[in-house]
């Protein structure tokens, strides 16, 4: 399982059900939040499981870790809630306080992937701007790696 | 329930206990998609605050009681009241959250207990576009369902559809970008989520959408040579293209060209969101496409889920001569009427006016049901918690007059169906026999939404000079800020039920208002700034939202907070005697 979600700006409408999505099942502890772009367009700040995550790197109790599928994960227990994963993260997508002593961290809802559900940002989606792609799938196809089209002129924003 | 789109879900129960949302992947109208309202929808069932048993107030406090023993409390008082001040004195006011089997059920109790004022109360932001329904026109317009709007060549949103309905972002997405060409013309004096989307964004002044649509008309029958264009062709004579560019601040050459994009699309839609708080827009939405041929058609959308459905209902089901919503109050602030139920309505919050808090303190009986505590319940007299939607079975009518059926999630705990309380209160005066056939809801809501058709009624020039004496108001000296009331994301119309809700009330908890940029710079408002917000109405001090949304001299507010819509102008709509938003003005001063 190798599948990571991705992000469309050009479709993105703004409408935050994703954050609500994500908020309600874990008891407020979200990870995704939402920003917006010059009042232009939408951002939704999702994890993106970096290669090298930066934020497991930082980690000094070994609590945040890349798991074998890929996907990086914090443990709970051995978290302190010392903040260097937040301000590790290159993306700014971990919310910047702690919830229950420990920063909210996603794993792309891991109660759902096992029932061949897909997670529930990407399903609640109302424009198809989240996706739910293999990541060599996304990888080579080189439409992927673009630069929104509404954005052009105002600001770059490669996806990963 | 939170708007008129009629989303799938599905909701996985443990024990007959709701314990999660799902999302329905193959409901063919949103596709698994919810909106922020939606995604926490399972807050209706296990909200905290929810109701629980029945409440009868003695002595200025209230005490538990069964549901019996306030049922019959009700029936008592409602029968003395009927007994020694008539018929005339007993009013019913039942909200547009429920299904159409409750409000059929009202309606039929009401009937059989001999009370003829009762009525449903429709969301302030809907009355305009709902009374529109009502209208015929000489030839029938296509009517479309939500599904259609993704087939479409081009679109005419009124409104700022993304925020009010989200999920039709998918399918206007696939307008967008799924054939080259297509157009999306936005009419909205916000810059606003939609028109990111749109291909012509026309920036009209606040509450001027239906005469910039009269323009798009005109534009169109001018060069008509034959059909339906031609024959209209006379009445739009008078109108000019140059005064509507003045008074919508859209140029001629731009409402030309959008006419013409809207007619060459061979496929066309007219989207109307709720909240366009514009006179006979949804009359003009029809003559346009009328005007422009085969294959358009219109699709309203409306505030509440079951807004079409009540007021389907209440058009068929009302006697004739009976009040309306506005004039109950009228007559309760007159004390002509002296005792009122109020089923799922909460006053306060819907049209806080001096008429209103006038009326609930001459009451001598106020019988309150809802689902949460609600602030009209501090002067009722008895309480009953009602249930939710989900806990009932039954269907509802949304935008494009679909039809959708509900089964129940869990039984309803410490509440009571809105039908099996109204059934309650009639066996109090029936006797068994008689309940039997009459009273069955489902049957009746199916008879009567069947029954309803729409009246013919208003002319063609009758309209046009309705709507363009709407726009002469003049400014109010001492005001010179245009104030709107604005939708947001994660809240449902008035935030009856979704003002409780934990998330919404984290993302949008405090009252703020939206200032032009320049605006700010004029009166030293920067971000975050507590600014007064003084109108004819009253005043309000709200958090400054530092903008470039709005055009100069528009400000907008949320309108879900009951402190907004205290300052607000609510009025009755001559035509129909709906209660509706109407434009008004303020004034702004930064106080720290």
Not at chain 1, 16 to 43: G, I, Q, R, V
Request: aromatic share 6%; charged share 25%; hydrophobic share 40%.
């Amino acid at each position: 399982m190798d599948k990571r979600v991705y992000l469309n700006l050009d479709l993105c409408c703004g409408c935050k059900s994703c954050a609500a999505a994500c908020s309600y099942p874990y008891f407020d502890h979200a990870n995704l939040t939402h920003s917006e772009l010059d009042e232009k367009a939408a951002l939704p700040l999702h994890c993106m499981h970096c290669e090298l995550a930066a934020c497991a790197e930082a980690c000094p109790t070994g609590a945040m870790k890349k798991d074998e599928d890929g996907v990086v994960r914090r443990g709970g227990f051995l978290c302190v809630g010392c903040y260097s994963c937040i301000s590790a993260c290159p993306f700014g997508v971990l919310p910047d306080e702690l919830k229950y002593h420990v920063p909210a961290k996603c794993d792309l809802c891991s109660d759902r992937l096992p029932e061949g559900k897909i997670p529930r940002c990407v399903s609640t989606c109302t424009s198809g701007a989240l996706t739910f792609e293999d990541v060599r799938e996304a990888a080579a196809d080189e439409k992927k790696v673009w630069i929104s089209a509404r954005m052009r002129s105002n600001v770059l924003f490669r996806r990963r | 329930m939170f708007c008129s789109m009629g989303c799938g879900f599905l909701i996985r129960t443990v024990d007959g206990r709701p314990r999660e949302l799902d999302y329905d992947l193959d409901n063919p109208v949103n596709k698994g998609s919810l909106c922020p309202r939606g995604n926490y929808m399972l807050e209706l069932l296990n909200n905290p605050s929810r109701l629980e048993g029945a409440r009868i107030k003695l002595n200025g406090s209230f005490y538990s009681s069964t549901f019996d023993i306030a049922l019959s409390e009700i029936y008592g008082h409602l029968s003395e009241i009927k007994r020694a001040h008539g018929a005339g004195a007993v009013g019913i006011m039942v909200g547009p959250n429920f299904l159409n089997e409750d409000i059929a059920q009202v309606f039929a109790v009401a009937k059989a207990l001999g009370i003829a004022s009762v009525d449903v109360m429709l969301p302030l932001e809907d009355s305009l576009l709902l009374s529109g329904e009502s209208t015929k026109l000489s030839s029938p317009v296509k009517k479309l369902s939500v599904e259609d709007i993704a087939d479409q060549e081009a679109l005419l949103v009124v409104g700022d559809i993304l925020v009010r309905s989200p999920v039709t972002s998918k399918m206007i997405n696939k307008v967008k970008y799924g054939v080259r060409g297509s157009k999306i013309i936005v009419v909205d004096p916000e810059r606003s989520h939609t028109s990111w989307f749109s291909t012509r964004h026309l920036q009209v002044k606040p509450g001027t959408e239906a005469l910039l649509l009269a323009g798009m008309i005109k534009a169109i029958t001018e060069g008509a040579k034959k059909g339906r264009a031609l024959a209209l062709k006379k009445y739009f004579k008078e109108i000019d293209l140059k005064q509507i560019s003045e008074r919508t601040g859209i140029s001629t050459q731009n409402i030309i060209i959008s006419a013409k994009e809207f007619l060459s699309a061979g496929k066309a839609a007219v989207i109307l969101s709720s909240g366009t708080r514009d006179k006979r827009l949804m009359e003009m939405a029809k003559l346009l496409c009328l005007v422009s041929g085969e294959g358009k058609g219109v699709i309203p959308f409306y505030a509440c889920g079951n807004s079409l459905g009540a007021y389907k209902l209440r058009t068929v089901l009302k006697s004739p001569g009976s009040l309306t919503a506005a004039e109950i109050i009228d007559n309760a602030a007159s004390s002509k009427i002296k005792a009122l139920v109020l089923i799922g309505v909460d006053l306060l919050r819907i049209a806080p006016t001096a008429t209103v808090k006038k009326a609930l303190s001459n009451l001598s009986f106020i019988a309150a049901m809802d689902m949460y505590r609600t602030s009209v319940m501090d002067y009722a007299d008895v309480i009953i918690p009602l249930s939710s939607h989900l806990e009932a079975k039954g269907s509802a009518v949304y935008s494009g007059g679909r039809v959708q059926h509900f089964e129940p999630v869990s039984p309803p705990a410490g509440s009571l169906a809105v039908r099996d309380a109204m059934a309650k209160i009639f066996m109090k005066m029936a006797n068994a026999k008689a309940r039997s056939k009459k009273l069955d809801p489902s049957v009746l809501a199916k008879k009567a939404l069947k029954k309803f058709t729409p009246k013919a009624g208003v002319s063609v020039p009758a309209l046009i000079n309705e709507v363009k004496a709407v726009r002469r108001q003049k400014p109010l000296s001492g005001f010179p800020f245009q104030v709107m009331l604005k939708d947001d994301i994660v809240h449902s119309s008035d935030g009856s039920i979704t003002a409780r809700h934990y998330w919404a009330m984290r993302e949008c908890g405090i009252p703020y208002i939206e200032i032009n940029e320049e605006d700010c710079r004029k009166l030293s408002i920067t971000e975050g700034s507590r600014v007064l917000l003084r109108t004819p109405w009253g005043e309000v001090i709200v958090i400054a939202r530092v903008s470039s949304r709005w055009q100069k001299g528009t400000v907008a507010l949320p309108h879900h907070f009951q402190e907004i819509r205290e300052i607000s102008n609510i009025g009755k709509d001559e035509a129909t005697g709906l209660l509706c938003f109407y434009p008004f003005a303020g004034s702004l001063e930064r106080i720290s």
